[in-house]
């Protein structure tokens, strides 16, 4: 049996990018994907990064996509296109998709300090950009606190910092050569602040644990990072709020950062559908009734899936070029749309993925098939921040009733790290331990 493949509408569901920059990436990307999918089975299977792909990337000049063409990158700065190409490469494995777009991430946030930051700042970001073009640079983020420590940066008494604590769940982490670390002051005689500074690999008291053995993303390097007191000069180190701020200024640059993710589970829930049509395709027999049904309900899904992601991505663009209005507002009016397209998508690409596998059957539930690692990928989603299901769901609900909370999820980690008085006094040996 022979099936005509849909024609597509290449304005709108991402599809197709809408600028210059986003097709010259989006065609660079291409070339690439043979190489991606005849490696992602192995390196799902071992659960090994796919270290040569990355290494291609960082010395054709990939991982400068989003650099400002100003500073030598390919320009690329529209959230749409950004997901448009992540896509692509989700389609053909989900763990690449991933650690590409924590450089592409990395791209926006930086060059958004680079042309709005103070002196200090622009200089610390220009640095960092100009090394992602030269391929001297994969720059990872360190987010989330490993459970047994709080990562803290103290004064060392010359102006400078010490670093402290572990991160988890630091993708790329087997290749990057700078890491921008989520920590809070301590020890300065003032009221703790948020930070973000940046360790290089070869800091003294850095480890990158080899510890990541994750149900799906197997191959995106998802590791531990162990800080003992590392010594970061202060032209290292991005001053954010107080802890406790509230300041909502920030969620503008937590969507910039991180929504383009969506386009990963999108991705990963077009490739399942689309290996799945090929396969009721290929049997001598047209599909049973039922069959039919849920392909079509699945594509429905997929559609939907699609606009809503699409919706959402195409309003932030026009809200991130708008600087006019009230920061805390543009921040809400941001992080909204995202976080209704987040829940969407946590709830259809699961479902998409799991109806493939009803209608391939058996065949599929075995750990090698591509629709198993679509299953266990798919299922991310719900862990990434800007925020998990329970955290999203105060979001939009505060939003909805007018409840004033502390939206930015940083600073209610700092926060709660310090009520639970968790700033844990462990040796390094023992974090390395854990």
């Known amino acids: 049996m022979s099936l005509r ?5 290449p304005i709108a569901g991402l599809y197709e990018p809408v600028t210059p920059a986003g097709h010259a990436v989006l065609d660079r990307l291409r070339g690439y994907l043979p190489l991606i999918r005849s490696t992602a089975a192995e390196h799902d299977r071992a659960g090994t990064f796919p270290t040569g792909t990355f290494d291609t990337f960082r010395k054709e000049g ?11 990158g390919m320009g690329l700065d529209r959230l749409y296109d950004v997901a448009v190409a992540i896509l692509a490469v989700a389609q053909a494995d989900a763990s690449t998709a991933l650690a590409l777009h924590m450089q592409f991430s990395r791209g926006l946030t930086l060059g958004y300090e680079w042309r709005h930051g103070g002196p200090a700042a622009r200089a610390l970001a220009e640095r960092l950009l100009r090394a992602m073009v030269a391929g001297d640079a994969v720059v990872c983020s360190g987010i989330k606190d490993h459970h047994s420590a709080v990562t803290t940066l103290t004064p060392d008494g010359s102006g400078g910092w010490l670093l402290s604590g572990r991160k988890t769940l630091v993708s790329a982490g087997p290749v990057g050569t700078h890491f921008v670390i989520n920590a809070q002051t301590d020890g300065t005689g003032e009221p703790p ?14 480890s990158v644990l080899d510890n990541w053995d994750g149900l799906g993303m197997r191959a995106s390097g998802t590791v531990d990072i162990v800080f003992d007191n590392c010594p970061i000069p202060a032209s290292d180190v991005l001053m954010r709020d107080p802890v406790g701020a509230r300041n909502d200024a920030a969620l503008a640059g937590q969507t910039v950062s991180s929504i383009a993710m969506l386009a990963i589970y999108v ?15 290929r049997r001598p027999e047209p599909p049973q009734a039922a069959a039919q049904t849920l392909v079509a309900d699945a594509g429905s899904r997929l559609y939907a899936l699609r606009a809503t992601a699409s919706t959402a991505l195409t309003t932030i663009d026009v809200l991130n070029t708008d ?11 941001m992080m909204r749309p995202f ?3 987040k829940m969407m998508v946590n709830q259809l690409a699961p479902s998409i993925v799991s109806d ?11 750990a090698g098939h591509p629709l198993a690692r679509c299953y266990r990928d798919v299922r991310a989603g719900g862990f990434m921040q800007p925020y998990t299901y329970v955290d999203a769901v105060d979001f939009l609900s505060s939003q909805a009733f007018g409840i004033d909370r502390d939206n ?10 310090r009520s639970q008085g968790s700033a844990t006094a462990e040796s390094p040996s023992k974090l390395l331990s854990r």
């Open 5 to 9: 493949p849909a024609r597509q509408e």
């Open 62 to 72: 990939m991982l400068g996509a989003t650099v400002p063409t100003e500073l030598g």
């Open 193 to 206: 602040r948020l930070a973000s500074p940046v360790v290089t690999r070869d800091n003294p008291g850095l």
């Open 267 to 281: 991705g990963v829930a077009q490739a399942a559908y689309d290996l799945t049509v090929a396969a009721l395709a």
């Open 323 to 333: 600087t006019s209005m009230d920061p805390g507002e543009r921040g809400r009016q």
């Open 339 to 341: 976080q209704h397209a």
């Open 356 to 366: 493939c596998l009803t209608l391939v059957g058996g065949a599929a539930f075995t």
């Open 408 to 417: 930015n999820y940083m600073s209610h980690w700092a926060i709660r790290a």
